[in-house]
């Protein structure tokens, strides 16, 4: 019967990598995907666009971005940096391009040209691929994997490199088997949860605001009026709450279970709320006889324009030098500290990464081999590691993947 060196199970950006090196360190390689077609979580990347990685090339600044659980990630890292990342993808034939200061994208914009590079890498080295395959039971011995169960039949194996991922975006397949794998060869599961979601607000006039993406502003997270996170990257308005990176970025560090949340938006957080006040009554003098409406132009967009009127009961077709100082004052207010009322974070359908995951402690970071099993690999979201936005989780997978599969091949 054919014995297979190494079985990589998730067609994922982590399983693919694995896969690739593995076969380009000799072995012979079977990657397993129970969907009908590989890398469909990675074509929805980025929005289309894939983040492969970042600029960030020093291993302490990088691993510092996942926490106090970053460490784990030392060897993973310095074995495939960003660097590599970028050279892997340029030296296959894809252009790089830095966007929004440190994130790296194909200059094509497309996550179907980094799809396409890992499927001509499997080929390159003769990886075998198996799509729709769902796998029934992973049999040991003493302690050893030594074959696959599938309705097809069993697949022995010498080495197998789980790289199932996570439960974000269940629609591409990712829905925890992968965890339940791991837990019945022995691992332990950290309760996996929703990260880098979208917020869901109190307040239904939130949806007056749907598709506005402020620039330049704050975003703060408080509990119980106490501020605890805060982040500038860009956010968008939905029909019920938030989105984008700086509330992903926020909702990754915050328990919703915190009393009394709060989401505080500071449009203009570059001028204090006094100086801002001031400047906008001076601001009035000078255009005394304009409409209202159109001299706040200058400081609100449209959108929140019309929402501040409505929300002061301020008649926008009076004259600028019109409006009253209490009304001035609640409008700078909006600008400065726009509040909402949090309900809730989105779940697993709409999350970028799942946090939680394989205990680190039964991961051998210098292999992501299992310290129950020994042959068993760990590859990408199924560990227990999230990043913010910005490329990091991507790179995780590439790192994590390269790691697994040589070290997998190499047994």
Avoid at 76 to 81: D, G, L, P, V, Y
Avoid at 152 to 172: E, F, H, M, N, W
Avoid at 380 to 386: M, W
């Amino acid at each position: 019967m054919n014995v297979y060196d190494v079985v990589v199970i998730g067609g994922g950006p982590a399983g693919l990598m694995a896969a690739g090196t593995a076969a380009e360190n000799g072995a012979k390689v079977l990657l397993i995907e129970k969907m009908g077609s590989i890398g469909r979580k990675l074509l929805i990347s980025g929005k289309g666009r894939c983040n492969i990685t970042n600029t960030i090339t020093n291993t302490k600044e990088f691993v510092s971005h996942f926490g106090k659980s970053g460490k784990f990630l030392y060897q993973a890292f310095n074995a495939f940096s960003s660097t590599d990342t970028i050279s892997f993808f340029n030296d296959k034939g894809m252009v790089t391009k830095v966007d929004k200061d440190f994130k790296i994208f194909p200059m094509s914009d497309l996550a179907e040209e980094v799809l396409s590079i890992l499927t001509r890498y499997l080929k390159e080295y003769k990886v075998e691929i198996r799509q729709g395959v769902i796998i029934q039971k992973i049999n040991t011995i003493d302690n050893k994997i030594t074959s696959i169960s599938t309705a097809t039949g069993d697949i022995l194996c010498k080495s197998v490199i789980l790289a199932t991922g996570g439960k974000s975006y269940p629609k591409t397949g990712s829905t925890g088997e992968g965890y339940n794998y791991a837990e019945r060869l022995g691992h332990s599961i950290i309760e996996p949860r929703p990260a880098l979601v979208p917020v869901v607000v109190k307040e239904g006039w939130i949806k007056k605001l749907q598709g506005m993406s402020p620039s330049d502003a704050l975003f703060s997270i408080y509990a119980d009026g106490k501020k605890i996170s805060d982040d500038k990257s860009d956010a968008v308005f939905t029909e019920n709450g938030l989105s984008g990176p700086a509330i992903y970025n926020l909702t990754r560090k915050i328990d919703i279970t915190q009393p009394n949340l709060e989401l505080a938006i500071d449009f203009i957080p570059d001028i204090e709320q006094h100086i801002l006040d001031k400047e906008i009554a001076e601001y009035i003098n000078e255009n005394s006889r304009k409409k209202l409406k159109n001299m706040l132009e200058k400081y609100f967009q449209p959108k929140l324009l019309a929402l501040a009127i409505e929300q002061t009961g301020t008649d926008p077709e009076i004259r600028s030098c019109d409006l009253k100082k209490e009304d001035r004052k609640k409008l700078v207010t909006i600008l400065k500290n726009l509040r909402f009322n949090i309900e809730k974070f989105a779940g697993f359908e709409r999350a970028v990464v799942t946090a939680g995951g394989i205990d680190l402690k039964e991961i051998d970071g210098k292999t992501m081999g299992s310290k129950l099993i020994k042959n068993l690999y760990f590859a990408g979201e199924i560990i227990n590691l999230d990043g913010p936005t910005g490329g990091f989780n991507l790179q995780l997978c590439w790192s994590t993947g390269r790691l697994a599969g040589k070290s997998s091949s190499d047994d």
